[in-house]
């Protein structure tokens, strides 16, 4: 049985992100999955600055142990970049990611929550028409 994973000191929690190629539909991606702790990594050392030693202590982990996080968190963007991959930041305890569909027929939409990968539907689960699609987003309106 493996040991239990030691606490990281995170900045802030990241709620679920994705990144995707631009004019490359979803379900035609492969997935590219950053931690949470591999974000803050990559952060401390690329955006902020600072040296390992000094980010292993802000993290509050080993120095091999930060390594080994950003090691793999710049294996993952580096793949991702190169391979057209989505990135999904996400941790351990997140529940998927929810993408809205919409029948281009009937007009209904309904979400479908992706866990480890996405996989577009097939057809209409109201009409069975295979003519579906990604709905926008709505904008809201301020009053």
């Not at 993408?99 to 007009?107: A, L, P, Q, S, T």
């Not at 979400?111 to 109201?126: A, G, I, M, Q, T």
Request: proline residues 4%.
């Amino acid at each position: 049985m493996p040991r239990p994973r030691k606490h990281r000191h995170l900045r802030k929690h990241q709620q679920v992100k994705i990144f995707k190629p631009v004019g490359v539909r979803l379900s035609e991606c492969q997935t590219a999955v950053l931690l949470p702790e591999e974000l803050e990594a990559l952060r401390l050392v690329e955006v902020d600055g600072m040296y390992q030693t000094q980010a292993c202590e802000t993290m509050d982990v080993a120095r091999s142990t930060f390594q080994r996080i950003l090691s793999e968190a710049r294996r993952k963007v580096a793949l991702a970049l190169s391979e057209d991959m989505v990135i999904v930041v996400s941790g351990g305890d997140v529940r998927g990611i929810r993408v809205r569909w919409k029948c281009c027929d009937c007009g209904e939409s309904w979400r479908v929550v992706y866990r480890n990968s996405y996989k577009e539907p097939e057809d209409c689960p109201y009409c069975a028409s295979h003519a579906i699609r990604e709905a926008q987003k709505r904008k809201r309106r301020r009053q």
